[in-house]
C-alpha cells in the first residue's frame, strides 16, 4: 500500500482482486472516444497475470492501475484518475508507487499508450518514458484524438 498526503486529504494505492467497475466503465468510455475499434481489440486481448490497484481518496475509489508481466517487463495498461481528481499530481504518484513495485521484481516497466492519446503520451514522457517500438497502421479517415 503506497499513501499520499494532500490537500488535507489522505490518498492511498492499494492492491485489489478486481478493479471497481465503474472507474474501468468511465475509462473504456473515455477512450473509446479515440478510436472505437482499437478498444473493442484492447479489450479482447488476454493479458497474463494481471495485478490491478486501486486509488482512493479516503474511502472513495477515484482510480485504477492495471498491470501485467509479459517476459520479462511488467507492463503498465492503464492507469485512469476520475476527471475531478486530475491535474493535482496524482497520476505522478500513481506512475511513482507502479515503479517501486517493478523495483521489488527487478523487472523493467513498460507502458502501453496509444500513440493519438496525447494527454497519455505527454505524462509518458514527462515522467520518462519514451516510445521504444511503434506498431503502425493504415490512416484511417476518422481523427483518433483524446480531449
Known sequence: MYKHNDFNKEFLLQPVVKINEELES???????????????YYKKLDFENPSFYQLSCETLPIGYVKTFIQNKYRILTEIFIVQNFRELGLGTFVLNSIREEVKKEDMPLRTVTLPSDRIAKNFYEASGITARVLLMEEKRDKPRFRS
Open 26 to 40: 468511465e475509462f473504456i468510455k473515455q477512450i473509446s472516444s479515440i478510436d472505437h475499434d482499437l478498444i473493442e
